[in-house]
C-alpha cells in the first residue's frame, strides 16, 4: 500500500491537521493513532494513556534514530541520552506536560472522536494491509534504533 493508496482509503487528504496543510505523514500518523488506541481500548483501564506513550516512545525512539545517523555521517559526536538520578525529573516532567497538551487539547476537545470516526468504515481487507503496515512501522523503528545504537 502507497502513502497515495492509504490517503485515498482513509480520506485524510480531506483533512487539514493542527491548522497545517494536510501532509501524507499526518494521515499516517492518524492511522497509527486510531490503530494503537483501538487497541489499548479493548481492556486497557486507561486507553487515553497507554496509546500516548506508544506514539510518544515510538516518536521519540524515531528522532534519535534520525539523530543518530546525522551524527555519524557528520560526525558531531552525538550520544544516546541516559536518564539517571536527578536527570530523570525534568524528562518527567516534560512527558507530563505534554500528555496534559494532550489529553486536554486532544481528548477533551472532541478531536480524538472526529479522528477516530474517520477509520470507522474500514473494511476486512484494508484493516489487514493497514495493520501489517501498522507493525511493520513499529519493528523497523525498533530494528533501525537498535542498528543505530550498536553501530555508534
Known amino acids: 500500500m502507497t502513502v497515495k493508496d492509504f490517503n485515498v482509503k482513509h480520506k485524510s487528504s480531506q483533512h487539514k491537521g ?3 496543510k494536510t501532509c501524507a505523514s499526518l494521515g499516517i500518523f492518524k492511522y497509527y493513532y486510531f490503530r494503537v488506541f483501538k487497541y489499548y481500548s479493548n481492556g486497557d483501564i486507561i486507553p487515553y494513556f497507554s496509546t500516548f506513550a506508544i506514539i510518544f516512545v515510538f516518536l521519540l525512539i524515531n528522532f534519535l534514530t534520525v539523530l543518530g545517523v546525522f551524527s555519524a555521517i557528520l560526525n558531531f559526536g552525538f550520544n544516546m541520552p541516559e ?3 536527578l536527570k530523570f525529573i525534568p524528562a518527567l516532567i516534560f512527558i507530563l506536560l505534554l500528555y496534559y497538551y494532550y489529553y486536554y487539547n486532544f481528548v477533551k476537545s472532541g478531536k480524538h472522536v472526529k479522528l477516530l470516526e474517520e ?3 474500514e473494511n476486512k481487507q484494508q484493516k489487514k494491509k ?3 503496515f501498522t507493525l511493520l512501522y ?3 523503528s525498533i530494528i533501525s534504533f537498535i542498528i543505530v545504537v ?3
Open 138 to 140: 513499529f519493528s523497523m
Open 130 to 132: 493497514s495493520i501489517i
Open 83 to 85: 536518564l539517571n538520578g
Open 18 to 20: 493542527f491548522g497545517s
Open 150 to 152: 550498536t553501530l555508534k
Open 119 to 121: 477509520f470507522v468504515e
